[in-house]
């Protein structure tokens, strides 16, 4: 069964830094594109960032030079480092994984950029 599982948000100044953690369990995700959207209030689900099987990476505009995706094999998991927040950054934070032609998803984690 696959399960993605999000920690690490939180609520955090302006110019700080988090790091978001995505969990997988019933797959083995270095085979797969593992990624991040994130949904602020009223507005449409976003790509933020991406890595391939082959460790290749891929930025929104709005987050290049702030964020890094990584992955570690090891502990099956995804981590997105988020530096210079900014309170735009505010939103839920899901994580997905890319499986065939189906996107799995998981539950999402609150980030709050303010003062």
């Known amino acids: 069964q696959v399960q993605l599982v999000e920690s690490g948000g939180g609520l955090v100044q302006p110019g700080g830094s988090l790091r978001l953690s995505c969990a997988a369990s019933?797959?083995?995700?270095?085979?797969?594109?593992i990624g991040w959207f994130r949904q602020a209030p009223g507005k449409e689900r976003e790509g933020v960032s991406c890595?391939?099987?082959?460790?290749?990476?891929n930025y929104a505009d709005s987050v290049k030079g702030r964020f890094t995706i990584s992955r570690d094999n090891a502990r099956n998991t995804v981590y997105l480092q988020m530096n210079s927040l900014k309170p735009e950054d505010t939103a839920v934070y899901y994580c997905?994984?890319?499986?065939?032609?189906?996107?799995?998803w998981g539950q999402g984690t609150q980030v709050t950029v303010s003062s």
């Open positions: 997905y994984a890319q499986i065939g032609g189906f996107k799995y």
């Open positions: 890595i391939s099987s082959g460790a290749g990476t």
């Open positions: 019933g797959f083995t995700l270095d085979y797969y594109a």
